[in-house]
Every structure is written in structure tokens, then in C-alpha cells.
């Protein structure tokens, strides 16, 4: 399976907290069936934003290419490729525009965006018809915890009609958020608005780099087929720039 979003990088994000728990965390993943993992840490290091700690492109290829070597010498067979966490903000899109944000594995065609917490910008379809326009395809990360969402998941339709993506975080399916987002979750993969399940990891317990339980519930949603979709032939083209899905 390949995994597009998780923040398995010591260090850099409040995702893994030393070497340690992101070695841990890949031989979870690399036990669950994940062979390779997308790193994703936040562009902003304390999430909120703050030009002063960012994790731009040069600063997260660097971490990969540490992270890469202490994988190897521990024998951990879990591919690591590129990648960034982008939040939907002026100073993201601008960061951007300057080519210093990091899209799917440096491929400049997909790009994880997470939607604002309390608010959706009116704007939310134009920003996401420019970014199509300039051939990068937004993947909108797990819409089912976006409070707006819940309630109107046509505005994640219209999203998708414009040919954004958008991934599920496997422990929305399994449970881990809460009753009311799993059912959302549902709610989402059966209106056909999901192409991607992935883990968006933190750590080893309360958010682990598993995606197999996930692939099963999901399976009875969309059927065993489109199910392992979501994890295997889906991801492989995201993270090799070809049209998906
Ligand atoms: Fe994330």
C-alpha cells in the first residue's frame, strides 16, 4: 500500500517527536502493508502560520534525506518520498507561487491542501480553479473533520466537481474521531466523493500509520476492488503525476 499523507519526520511538525518514534511508526506502517509512505509535515511548524518556521521545500528534503539513511541502516523497508501538508491560506498560496512548497513527491501536479478549520473562504472554488489551471490538482485532506463539511457535503461536491481529490484519514472510517465524523465518512465515500484513503500519522498510538483495518471497513462501502484503489493503483499515480483517478 502507499500512504500520501503522514508526518513520520522526528522533529519537524507535532507529528513523530524524536528518531526513535518515527522508526517505530515505520515498522508499523511496514507491518500494516505500507511500502511506501509520503512525508508530509505541516508547512508551518506550529501549525498556525508563522513565516518564521516554515517547512519549506529545502528544509523537508533535507529531513527525508536523514530520515532515508536511518531507515536503511535499520533494515526498515518503507520507501519515503516528499511531500508537505499545505494549509489553505494567503501566505500557503503565496509560498507556493514562489516554488517553495513541496507537492506530491516534488511532482508539481498534486498538492495536499487542508481547508481551514472554522470557515470556508468564499473563494474556496476560484483558489481551486486557479491551482487546476496552473496543472496542480488539489488534494483536499480528510474533508469528513471539516466542520462546514459535515454539514454541507455538497460544498465538497462542488470541489469535486472541478476535479479536485480529496482523502479520507483512515481513522475516521475505523472510529478514531468520533461516531458522528465515521458516519460522515460514510457518508462521503458513498456519494463517491473520496479517491484516496491514507493515514496522516502522528504518532504510534493515538494516530498510527495504518491504513488495512480502514481498507476492510471501507470495502464494505465501495466493495474489496475499489477499496484496495484507494491505497494501491490510486496513490501510485498521485505520486507519479499521472492523472488520477
Ligand atoms: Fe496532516
Do not use: W
Amino acid at each position: 500500500m502507499i500512504d500520501v499523507h503522514s508526518h513520520i519526520l522526528p522533529g519537524i511538525d507535532d507529528g513523530a517527536r524524536d528518531l526513535e518514534e518515527a522508526l517505530e511508526m515505520a515498522r508499523l506502517a511496514v507491518a500494516d502493508g505500507i511500502r511506501v509512505m509520503v512525508a508530509t509535515p505541516h508547512l508551518f511548524k506550529h501549525k498556525s502560520v508563522d513565516l518564521d518556521a516554515i517547512n519549506e521545500k529545502r528544509v523537508i528534503l533535507e529531513h527525508i534525506d536523514i530520515f532515508r539513511d536511518r531507515l536503511a541502516a535499520e533494515g526498515i523497508a518503507l520507501e519515503i518520498l516528499p511531500g508537505c501538508d499545505v494549509p489553505l491560506s494567503v501566505d500557503a498560496l503565496s509560498l507556493l507561487a514562489e516554488d517553495r512548497v513541496l507537492t506530491v513527491n516534488d511532482g508539481k501536479r498534486y498538492l495536499l491542501l487542508e481547508l481551514p478549520h472554522f470557515s470556508i473562504p468564499p473563494s474556496l472554488e476560484d483558489i481551486c480553479f486557479r491551482l487546476q489551471s496552473r496543472g496542480l490538482t488539489p488534494i483536499i485532506t480528510h474533508p469528513e473533520r471539516q466542520p462546514l463539511i459535515k454539514e454541507r457535503p455538497d460544498r465538497l461536491g462542488r470541489l469535486i466537481d472541478l476535479g479536485c481529490l480529496a482523502q479520507l484519514t483512515a481513522g475516521s472510517l475505523t472510529g478514531g474521531f468520533g461516531r458522528r465524523v465515521a458516519k460522515v465518512s460514510r457518508q462521503l465515500v458513498k456519494k463517491g466523493y473520496i479517491h484516496l484513503l491514507a493515514s496522516d500519522t502522528h504518532n504510534t498510538r493515538g494516530r498510527p500509520p495504518m491504513l488495512s483495518k480502514a481498507v476492510s471497513e471501507l470495502s464494505k462501502l465501495v466493495g474489496p476492488e475499489q477499496a484496495r484503489a484507494m491505497v494501491t493503483l490510486i496513490p501510485e499515480k498521485i505520486i507519479r503525476g499521472e492523472p488520477a483517478p
